[in-house]
């Protein structure tokens, strides 16, 4: 996107725990706080039109291992005798 189509913004008030989970979703993707940020207002607005993504990286993410969530699939998969009677 050439720079004269862009728009810069300021905001005030974030609070404190909203600043730290993004920065630290910046930080495992690997990119700027400031990126993220940019992805993020795409996201909310539905995107950008025409805009085309050029490594899935940028969409999917990183794989983390979440111990919360293991545990509820687990739950979930476990077979409860009484009903199969």
Do not use: H
Not at 17 to 25: G, Q, S, T
């Amino acid at each position: 996107m050439p720079t004269k189509d862009r728009v810069q913004y300021t905001l005030r008030g974030v609070p404190r725990e909203v600043d730290e989970l993004l920065r630290r979703k910046a930080r495992r993707r690997g990119i700027s706080l400031n990126q993220l940020l940019i992805e993020q207002i795409c996201l909310a607005g539905d995107g950008v039109p025409g805009r085309r993504y050029r490594r899935l990286k940028d969409l999917g993410g990183r794989w983390q291992n979440d111990p919360e969530f293991d545990r509820i699939l687990a739950e979930q998969r476990r077979v409860d005798r009484e009903l199969w009677k």
